[in-house]
């Protein structure tokens, strides 16, 4: 119930532009590595391997709110891939961009609902097969546009998804 009150805390701000962003210098790899620390033993109880490649992605933003980013992301994932499965979680930067990738081999997302993983409160057809709230995603998206990046979500054609979040390497919060 706390994680979820935060959750809509924190999606409130950042939709009310009121969100406090405590910048600084931050590699979105050491970031991801905590996230997916964090998240291990997660994994390990639903008999889902965590694998990182997590390269050197230098940006300015809030450490703290990149984490929580990280880590719905991973959990999402975690949640939606059956035992046995894996979860890659992926760093670097690209054309100026930090990028946090993740990825499993759970079912996927259908083709149809894609567009409505980041809307609050949405669960899609696969939504039963995991608790959650729906509004994880909601604010993933909001927390990246707070630090003037994007969010998306895709199929893998190997199956399960993958979502990848892209920011500014210097941007100014």
Do not use: Y
Not at 7 to 28: C, H, I, K, P, W
Not at 31 to 36: K, P
């Amino acid at each position: 119930m706390r994680r979820l009150v935060a959750d809509l805390e924190t999606l409130a701000s950042a939709e009310a532009a009121g969100l406090r962003m405590q910048t600084a210098d931050v590699d979105l790899a050491v970031v991801a590595g905590a996230a997916t620390d964090l998240l291990r033993p997660l994994g390990d109880d639903r008999q889902v391997t965590l694998q990182t490649d997590l390269r050197p992605a230098a940006l300015f933003g809030d450490a703290d709110r990149l984490q929580q980013i990280a880590v719905n992301l991973i959990a999402n994932a975690v949640k939606f891939t059956p035992a046995g499965g894996s979860v890659m979680i992926r760093t670097g930067s690209d054309d100026g961009f930090a990028v946090l990738e993740v990825s499993d081999t759970g079912p996927g997302i259908p083709e149809d609902e894609l567009a409505h993983v980041f809307e609050r409160f949405w669960r899609g057809s696969n939504g039963d097969r995991a608790t959650g709230s729906g509004i994880g995603l909601a604010v993933v998206a909001e927390l990246a546009a707070a630090h003037h990046g994007t969010v998306t979500a895709s199929n893998d054609p190997q199956g399960g998804c993958r979502f990848t979040v892209t920011i500014p390497l210097r941007s100014a919060i």
